[in-house]
Every structure is written in structure tokens, then in C-alpha cells.
């Protein structure tokens, strides 16, 4: 639709020439829904490469498998942190690296058995621990479990504790 546009202010003069025309465009947006719905399949699907070629382990459990793995980068990831401070500044030969990573490996593994046996407790007594937000959980880290522990000390008094 062709729409004149004239110079000035307000109403045009009789006669009075247009300094341009513009056009607007009407129309209706329409799409396919087949297509659509196509697409929001594929949105969610990603491929999960395996070598394991035997038929005891289907789609569902070769994936709560691929994701279960999370849990074990999640304790690897400390041994990439700047916190941990794995510089050859520290440790040059090979073999004292190797060893330190088996020491660290070990106490990953001590950790991980810890806070799964925390977990598992906690549901087994239908007890919960509260969170850094103060709402109960019965899946705790470990690590906030040794945080709110780490203000108790122990006082010893010959041989009596208290």
C-alpha cells in the first residue's frame, strides 16, 4: 500500500507535491507445524558414541551411565583447580607426580565413598541437612558437610573428652 509522505508539519496544502512515498507491507506470518514440531525433536538430541556392543545395556541405561560420569569429573575437576597447585615448581620428576596423583586419585575415591555413605544414611533415616540456602537436603556434598563441622573442636582433659 503506497503511502505519500510530505514535508512540514500537519495537513499538506492542496496540490502540494510528496517528498517521497513509502510503501507498508501487510501480511500474515504462517509456518509449517510439521516442521516444527520436527525441529523441537531434534532440538533435544544429541549422539552418545559407545564400543560396547552387547545387549545387556539399552538407550536408557547407556545414558544414566554417560550421566553418571559427572559425578566423577566433578572430583577430577579438583585436581585441575589452581587450588590443588600441580606445578612442576613443586614436582619435577615424573615419578613424584605419578605418585602424588595416586595419592590424590585415593583420596577422591575415600571422598566420594564418604559422601555417598552420607547420602545413603540421610535416606535410610529419612533425615535431610541444610543446605548453603538453609533448606533441607538429602544429598549434601561432602565438602559443605566437613564446612559446618569445621567450627566444633574437642577438648581434651587428661583422659576424659569433653
Known sequence: MAQPIYSGKGRPKK??????IDYQLTGLAVTCLDKVATAKEQAGIFILPTNDLSDHLDMAGLLATYKSQQAVERGFRF??????LTSSLFLKKPERIEALLMVMTCSLMIYAALEHRIRQSLRQEALSFPDMRKKPSQNPTARWVFLCFSGIHELSVGDEHS
Open 79 to 84: 585436581l585441575k583447580s589452581p587450588e590443588f
Open 15 to 20: 496540490g502540494q507535491p510528496s517528498e517521497r
